[in-house]
T-cell receptor
Framework: AQKVTQAQTEISVVEKEDVTLDCVYE???????LFWYKQPPSGELVFLIR??????QNEISGRYSWNFQKSTSSFNFTITASQVVDSAVYFC??????????????FGQGTTLQVKP | EAGVAQSPRYKIIEKRQSVAFWCNPI?????LYWYQQILGQGPKLLIQ????????DSQLPKDRFSAERLKGVDSTLKIQPAKLEDSAVYLC??????????????FGPGTRLTVL
């Protein structure tokens, strides 16, 4: 089965705190892609990052960092020194390629992050 | 570069009525996706087009939903007749290809449908 689980439904932090959003995925494919998207209150999904299954290097982009661990099938997202503008729903998604890559995304349920001033 | 355009942004209809949504992808993007996002859930793929051909419609409720992309550019998603459980945000996304790899999907603002 292909599945993405974001166990944290809602997280609330105070500005400047660090916060980690968890993502666990299931797939039997050896080649796949993982994504994170941000959905602010306006509703439009904003692409944050894409990683392929062969690249386990952690990535940092400004205050954002991602930790990919194939051994635990996890692709966690950390925001350092959170800001009020980070308040949004964050989705982790899997693009499996086993039966021919169509680019299809399987999304998790999303984690609502609220950053309080 | 213009983003993915969708209209209308909001629609309220009674059950058993029909409704249509329109999407114009980013220029040059051959792949177009329609997703359904029910409140509190992640988006679920309904149908995917590559140019004007259907790649995946396995999760499209074909007894009431239909979609077309006649000229390989903009697309229309229709629901006929609507049910209460169709209340959701309908998202359109587009992407380009790099060889055989699909690049990231760019999403439109969505159409929020309320079925009463």
């Amino acid at each position: 089965a292909q599945k993405v689980t974001q166990a944290q439904t809602e997280i609330s932090v105070v500005e400047k705190e660090d916060v980690t959003l968890d993502c666990v995925y299931e797939t039997r494919d050896t080649t796949y892609y993982l994504f994170w998207y941000k959905q602010p209150p306006s509703g439009e999904l904003v692409f944050l990052i894409r990683r392929n299954s062969f690249d386990e290097q952690n990535e940092i982009s400004g205050r954002y960092s991602w930790n990919f661990q194939k051994s635990t099938s996890s692709f966690n997202f950390t925001i350092t020194a959170s800001q009020v503008v980070d308040s949004a729903v964050y989705f982790c998604a899997l693009n499996p390629t086993g039966s021919g890559n169509t680019g299809k995304l399987i999304f998790g349920q999303g984690t609502t992050l609220q950053v309080k001033p | 570069e213009a983003g993915v355009a969708q209209s209308p942004r909001y629609k309220i209809i009674e059950k058993r009525q029909s409704v249509a949504f329109w999407c114009n992808p980013i220029s040059g993007h051959a792949t177009l996706y329609w997703y359904q996002q029910i409140l509190g859930q992640g988006p679920k793929l309904l149908i995917q087009f590559q140019n004007n051909g259907v790649v995946d419609d396995s999760q499209l409720p074909k007894d009431r939903f239909s979609a077309e992309r006649l000229k390989g550019v903009d697309s229309t998603l229709k629901i006929q007749p609507a049910k209460l459980e169709d209340s959701a945000v309908y998202l359109c996304a587009s992407s380009s290809l790099s060889g055989t790899a699909y690049n990231e999907q760019f999403f439109g603002p969505g159409t929020r449908l309320t079925v009463l």
